[in-house]
T-cell receptor, first 110, second 118 residues
Framework: GQSLEQPSEVTAVEGAIVQINCTYQTSGFYGLSWYQQHDGGAPTFLSYNALDGLEETGRFSSFLSRSDSYGYLLLQELQMKDSASYFC???????????FGTGTRLQVFP | GAVVSQHPSWVICKSGTSVKIECRSLDFQATTMFWYRQFPKQSLMLMATSNEGSKATYEQGVEKDKFLINHASLTLSTLTVTSAHPEDSSFYICSHVNDDRVWNSPLHFGNGTRLTVT
């Protein structure tokens, strides 16, 4: 089976940098994705790492270390609108199902 | 990117009644759709995989007779919560991949349905 663990909550101030960690245990691994979800809204795709290293997309970056079964999402220059829940996720290679992590609620304060 | 339309966005029903939730893929022919459920402040839990023209595949612990899924066309999947009870109150979200030609293509989600059973 698949399990992905994240811290439940992270807080930061506007303009700061925050890192959201994800550790996973999977039977087969083909990459780690990150999704953002605002309260009451739909999850939206942020990034995907198939290989080790850092992927940068604007203010957001995502890192993966397959040997450590670990990844993180890095958010820079935080804005109030970044307050949301963030989920890491892996795709089950046999069924194509997307399995989500426990989720991290980020609160950005002025 | 793909657009997924989900309806209704919220519904309140009485215990014992049934509720149908529709999920439409507006610009993509989705052979597979995924239905998730999310309780407050929790993660998204996969309920079932909806397959066009065939039976849905349910996750362990999800009652297939209670959560009826129909995927009769490439653009429409429906989830019917039968004989709803207060513990079924939750946020239900459908999704499908953005491009099934690309492995690990991101999922696109509907805006979800907030179900409250009184």
């Amino acid at each position: 089976g698949q399990s992905l663990e994240q811290p439940s909550e992270v807080t930061a101030v506007e303009g700061a940098i925050v890192q959201i960690n994800c550790t996973y245990q999977t039977s087969g691994f083909y990459g780690l994705s990150w999704y953002q979800q605002h309260d009451g809204g739909a999850p939206t795709f942020l990034s995907y790492n198939a290989l080790d290293g850092l992927e940068e997309t604007g203010r957001f970056s995502s890192f993966l270390s397959r040997s450590d079964s670990y990844g993180y999402l890095l958010l820079q220059e935080l804005q109030m609108k970044d307050s949301a829940s963030y989920f890491c996720a892996v795709r089950d290679p046999d069924t194509d199902k997307l399995i989500f992590g426990t989720g991290t609620r980020l609160q950005v304060f002025p | 990117g793909a657009v997924v339309s989900q309806h209704p966005s919220w519904v309140i029903c009485k215990s014992g009644t049934s509720v149908k939730i529709e999920c439409r893929s507006l610009d993509f022919q989705a052979t597979t759709m995924f239905w998730y459920r999310q309780f407050p402040k929790q993660s998204l839990m996969l309920m079932a995989t909806s397959n066009e023209g065939s039976k849905a595949t349910y996750e362990q612990g999800v009652e297939k007779d209670k959560f009826l899924i129909n995927h009769a066309s490439l653009t429409l999947s429906t989830l019917t919560v039968t004989s709803a009870h207060p513990e079924d109150s939750s946020f239900y979200i459908c999704s499908h991949v953005n491009d099934d030609r690309v492995w690990n293509s991101p999922l696109h989600f509907g805006n979800g349905t907030r179900l409250t059973v009184t």
